[in-house]
Structure formats: C-alpha cells, structure tokens
C-alpha cells in the first residue's frame, strides 16, 4: 500500500502534516498577533482526504493548530474520524503514530479535554508565557489586567483538566510551548521551569520568529536558546539530549527531576536540512514552509466529487519541487539582500504554527 518514498529537492521526506483547523483566535499574542479574517474553513471531508493523501505520502505525524484550534466546531468530529480510520490497517492513515493538538489552553474546560482525550487525541502542547498575570497579560496582548490574569487561571486550569483527562505529562502526552521576548517575558523563564518542573512537564522555550509581519519582529527581540540553557544552568542540572532528525527540538533531561526542558531554536540554529512538514491552511492551501510567501490552493483538488488521485499528483508535485530552507538563509536575506524579504508574509496563525 506504501509508496515509493517521496522526496524534495533537497532529499527531504514527507513525514509530519500540520493542519491550521481555525485561523481565528481568541487571543492577540504580540509575536504572532493572527488577522482573523473568518475564513471559511475546509470540511471535515476534505480535511480527512488530505490526511489520507499525506499518510498515503509517508505522513505519520499529525499536528492540529491555528490560530486557536478549539475554537474550531470541526475538531472532535475530525479526531473521531482519524481515530476510526487509524484502526483500519489497509487504510494509510492507520500509518499515524501520533495525532497531537497545539492550543493556547483557554477553552481547554474539564468536558472539552475529557473529549478531546477519548476523540483519540495523543498528544497536547499547551501555549503558556507567563505565570505573573500582568506579564501574561502583556504577552496575550490583553490590555485589560483583570481579564488578562483571568485568562491566565482558565489557562492553568486548562493544564490541569488536560492532565485529569489523562495527558500524562510523564508520558510525554502534554507539553508546554513558550515563547520569550526579550525584556518582556525573560524574568519568567525560572518560575515557568519551576511550574513546569512540579507537574513533569516538559516545557519548550521556541526562540521569537519573523514570521508573518504583524508582529513587527526584530532580531534585538529575540532571547537565544544557548542564554536560557546557560542560566537554567547555574541552577539545575542539564544534560543534553540532542535533537531526534526530523523534529524541532533540542532536548535537555534536568537530572535532579523527572522533566525535560527543550528549545527549539529556529533563528540561533537552523535545523532546514532535515525539514519534513507540509502545512495546510484552514481553508485548504498548501505550505512547504513557514516563511513562503508562496503556496498551492488545493481548493479545486478538494471540491465534490473529490479526485483523491488528482490531489496526490498535486501534493507530489508540491513536495518533489521544495527547495525551502528559510532559517539557513535568513541572515543572507535579511541583512544583505533585503529586498529578497517576502513581502506578503502570511502569520503563524494562518499557517500553523
Ligand atoms: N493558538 C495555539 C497556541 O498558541 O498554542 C496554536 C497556534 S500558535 C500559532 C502555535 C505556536 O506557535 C504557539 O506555541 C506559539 O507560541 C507559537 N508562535 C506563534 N508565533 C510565533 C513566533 N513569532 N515565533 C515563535 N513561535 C511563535
Ligand atoms: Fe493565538 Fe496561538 Fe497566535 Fe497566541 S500564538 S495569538 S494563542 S494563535
Ligand atoms: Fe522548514 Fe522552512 Fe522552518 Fe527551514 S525555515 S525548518 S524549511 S519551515
């Protein structure tokens, strides 16, 4: 059933797809700030006949994201779905091994996690920047404190429900992401260690990316990954695990605990070569990388009656013609060939992140 394996220009397999369900999103983060256009959004037909096509591909690796994905009224229906098809051997998507979700936590109630966890979701990543409300605040960009910090609690609360619902953190089943920006967010580092380290999460410091333009980015802004393991350092100790091929992160065991923490380090040190996602947005076009201002709507593949072979050629075609490595390049583009600088820079959330 398996096909030959499909590669890019650069001998990179397809391996991990990473659906953009809701551009939409419930909250304004000032490094990523989503445009929230209400897209008309795919269905969750079509979504499962891109799945199939990319697992058919060599996809094993399935990552829902947004904007904010819970938003979404598609979601537990589509994991559903996955999940029936995952137990039929003969069909490709049962080539999944992993199905995990990334959200900024806030609707994450104990009915919606609970759902999500018997709908046969794997995995969680749950966005968190801060545990002083104010700081949070800032970072969501709610201008309101008292909203701000009652965010903060429905988003810890969302760990905690994800983690009753059975996201063993121990497992590896919830993680948290955290972006740091430098002089706004940098004096939370250790207290969100600490947090994390109580429940043995492993949390994710994600280096500030130029992605989109909304966010006004600025290489000064941007707190490298080798300064916060350098200082986590002075206080725990750090062994590094290196980054497993194929994934965004670098890993670090903390010894005296039983958690990780993990960077992934996009800006400081690139890690294009072995680049094995294919991103579709929520109303169905096709992404090879974060930074492309280019894409392929694959909306005349996925309209009724759906042409499955039609959509495979095409998503070959997109993967065999990828050339992509941004980050290794981005100096060269934007210090000494400004000009070269994508213009129409699509945002994080509408490409997901
Ligand atoms: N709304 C969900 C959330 O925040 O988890 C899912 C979508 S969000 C785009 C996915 C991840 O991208 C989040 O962990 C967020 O922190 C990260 N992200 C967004 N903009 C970023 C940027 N400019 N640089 C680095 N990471 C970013
Ligand atoms: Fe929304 Fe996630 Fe972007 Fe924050 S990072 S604005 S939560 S999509
Ligand atoms: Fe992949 Fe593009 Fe990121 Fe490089 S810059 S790792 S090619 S998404």
Redesign the pocket.
């Known amino acids: 059933m398996k096909n030959e394996k499909l590669k890019d220009l650069l001998n990179r397999g397809l391996e991990v797809l990473r659906i953009s369900l809701q551009e939409n ?1 419930n ?1 304004s ?1 000032i ?2 700030k989503p445009e929230n256009n209400n897209l008309k959004s795919l269905s969750v037909e079509q979504f499962k006949n891109i799945i199939y096509v990319a697992c058919k591909l060599g996809v094993n690796s399935l990552r829902l ?5 819970l938003l979404s009224t598609q979601l537990e229906k589509l994991l559903y779905e996955i999940k029936l098809l995952r137990k039929i051997k003969s069909n490709p998507i049962s080539n999944l091994q992993d199905v995990a979700l ?3 936590g806030f609707l994450l109630s104990k009915k919606k996690a609970d759902s999500l966890f018997k709908n046969g979701l794997d995995r969680i ?3 968190l920047d801060a545990i002083d409300p104010d700081i949070f605040s800032k970072m969501i960009g709610e201008n309101n404190k008292l909203i701000g910090r009652e965010k903060l609690y429905k988003v810890l609360e969302g760990i905690d429900n994800s983690i009753d619902a059975g996201f063993s953190p121990k497992n590896g089943k919830l993680k948290i ?1 955290t ?1 740091i920006k430098k002089d706004i967010n940098d004096n939370q580092i250790f207290e969100l260690v600490n947090f994390a380290r109580e429940r043995s999460i492993e949390i994710r410091f ?4 130029d ?2 333009s909304a ?1 006004n ?1 600025k290489s000064s802004e941007v707190l490298f990954s080798e300064r916060i393991i350098n200082s986590l350092k002075e206080k725990y100790h750090l062994s590094n695990l290196g980054r497993f091929k194929g994934h965004t992160a670098n890993r670090w065991f903390m010894g005296d605990s039983e958690s990780y923490v993990s960077t992934v380090s996009s800006i400081s040190n690139p890690f294009c070569s072995d680049c094995n996602r294919l991103r579709i947005t929520s109303d169905g076009y096709a992404y090879t990388c974060l930074f492309s201002s280019e894409s392929k709507n694959l909306n005349q593949w996925l309209a009724e009656p759906i042409n499955i072979l039609e959509l495979e050629k095409e998503i070959k075609k997109i993967w065999r013609s990828r050339d992509d490595k941004y980050s290794e390049n981005r100096i060269k583009i934007l210090e000494k060939d400004s000009k070269k600088y994508p213009k129409n820079h699509p945002s ?2 509408y490409l997901g ?1």
């Open positions: 999103c909250f983060c490094y990523c994201t947004g904007g904010e994905p990334t959200t900024n990543t749950i966005s992401n972006v994600i280096e500030y990316m992605v989109g966010n980015w994080m959330a992140g």
